[in-house]
């Protein structure tokens, strides 16, 4: 089974501060994706990570894959209050199924 | 639909007690999935359907869950002789199957409460 250990746990930020979120992992995946999960709601896919060292950018968020495809980070600059919410990172565990990471929990306090 | 619903959205049962949670996918949607999130985790993968197929039930914890998906569209998830240790949030997501990491929408979630 596939283990996706995301650090750190918890990040409470003040508003304008840059963050960087990691997920990792000792197996190979073919994608990685991340997801937002605010609460009372189910995740929402925010990027799919598929080809070693790819980066993505969506706005403010910067998305990277590892160059070995076993790790990913989560980069957001100039946070928000609105950033703040659940960080899941997940890759395919076989059978369409995704496995999580435990999450980072960021707080941006305005 | 708009997207995934399920309900309820709160569920507190008696230890001991029989629950059932819903779950309506995405209009057209052929895959199905039940995931299972503890309080502060990640959420945890419990079945997969495949139209009415139900392809891998790995996740699930005990002979006490069951779910089903008799006509290929709705989705239900039976928790029988319920547990304190079943309490959790139940998350229902449904994809349209065009690969191996194709997108998962999300339902809200039903947050089961044992007593």
């Known amino acids: 089974t596939q283990l996706l250990e995301q650090s750190p746990q918890f990040l409470s930020i003040q508003e304008g501060e840059n963050l960087t979120v990691y997920c990792n992992s000792s197996?190979?995946?073919?994608?990685l994706q991340w997801y937002r999960q605010e609460p009372g709601e189910g995740p929402v896919l925010l990027v799919t990570?598929?080809?070693?060292?790819e980066v993505k950018k969506l706005k403010r968020l910067t998305f990277q894959f590892g160059d070995a495809r076993k790790d990913s980070s989560l980069h957001i600059t100039a946070a928000q209050p609105g950033d703040t919410g659940l960080y899941l990172c997940?890759?395919?565990?076989?059978?369409?199924?995704?496995?999580f990471g435990k999450g980072t929990k960021l707080t941006v306090n305005p | 639909g708009a997207g995934v619903s399920q309900s309820p959205r709160y569920k507190v049962a008696k230890r001991g007690q029989d629950v059932a949670l819903r779950c309506d996918p995405i209009?057209?949607?052929?895959?199905l999935f039940w995931y299972q999130q503890a309080l502060g985790q990640g959420p945890e993968f419990l079945t997969y359907?495949?139209?009415?197929?139900?392809?891998?039930k790995s996740g699930l914890p005990s002979d006490r869950f069951f779910a089903e998906r008799p006509e290929g569209s709705v989705s239900t998830l039976k928790i029988q002789r319920t547990q304190q240790e079943d309490s959790a949030v139940y998350l229902c997501?449904?994809?349209?199957?065009?690969?191996?990491?194709?997108?998962?929408?999300f339902g809200p979630g039903t947050r089961l409460t044992v007593t």
């Open positions: 197996s190979v995946f073919s994608s």
């Open positions: 997940a890759a395919a565990g076989g059978s369409e199924k995704l496995v």
């Open positions: 997501a449904s994809s349209a199957y065009r690969g191996e990491w194709d997108e998962q929408y």
């Open positions: 990570v598929v080809t070693g060292g």
């Open positions: 359907f495949q139209n009415e197929a139900q392809l891998d």
């Open positions: 209009s057209g949607h052929v895959s």
